[in-house]
């Protein structure tokens, strides 16, 4: 079966999301959420074992408002880029959608959420550039797989092409009303990866990776959607960096059988990076909430 991606290929996919599940679930929280968590009213002093998964189902809870997900009502849900299911299993446990499917690309992702069956959710190993429901959805989710769709190499002009892509897939799969919800890093400031920690991650951790800019996202996504909601939180993705990286640390001698004392310290060193990258300002983090447009605007080039 082929997996077709403009972004990030199956292999570089692999190397990072395929590493191990007992690795990931050894930092990551219960919900296995590995997005940043949503932080408001959270106190700092409250212990980690509890507040990062109550601040990533807060997080879940926030994307399944936007997209009008309420318990009862029973939507047909799409989330791209499903990870190990968290939010698959957060909205079906909630009763917040009937029927969920999932696309992860990383085949160790795809074995995992096949074995949890869970209730009412399929999860396709599947690219959303491959992707043909056979009905429309009343709602789209994406968490942290945006960064994926594009790659260092590609010109602005050729992100915009994908990216346009995608708004014009999601708006094809959605039915008349639908809302569609998208978490995405994005490079604020001037950065754009440069300097050695940004060629570090893009070289040791995301390879083949890139980073989106907001007024990307935006040019790509406005004949097709209207933006009812956005915010910015470097904050929250800065937080959960930290939550991460003292969880791994704790985790030290489990994480080094697993994956050796180079891979244990390339992800410690990847994790404290990126916290140090948000609180820099040179990334941010945008939760974005769009309406879907009834016809697609025919906007001047
Ligand atoms: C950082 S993980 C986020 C997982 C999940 N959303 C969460 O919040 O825990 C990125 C996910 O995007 C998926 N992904 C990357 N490129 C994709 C593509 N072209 N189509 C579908 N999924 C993709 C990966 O397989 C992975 O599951």
Redesign the pocket.
Known sequence: MTIT?A??NTED?AYH?DLGNDFYALWLDET????AAKWDGIPRGEPDALALPRAQRAKLDHHLDLVGADPGAGLRLL??????G??LEHASRGGRAAGITG????RA?HEFLTARALPGVEARL????DHEPARPYDAVV????F???ATAGMSRAERLGVYARYFEACHRWLRPGGRMSLQTIAYDGAADGSGPLGEFVGSDIFPNARLPRLSEIAAACDPYFSVVALTASAEDYARTLASWSARLLRAREEAERLVGAEGYRRYRRYLRGSEVTFLRGAATLYRIGFRRRDEPLRLPA
């Open positions: 991606t972004g990030t996919i999301y296995l959420a590995y997005t989330d791209i880029g499903c990870g190990w968290a939010m696309l992860t690309i990383s992702q599947e690219s959303w550039e994406g968490m942290g797989s960064e994926h769709f």
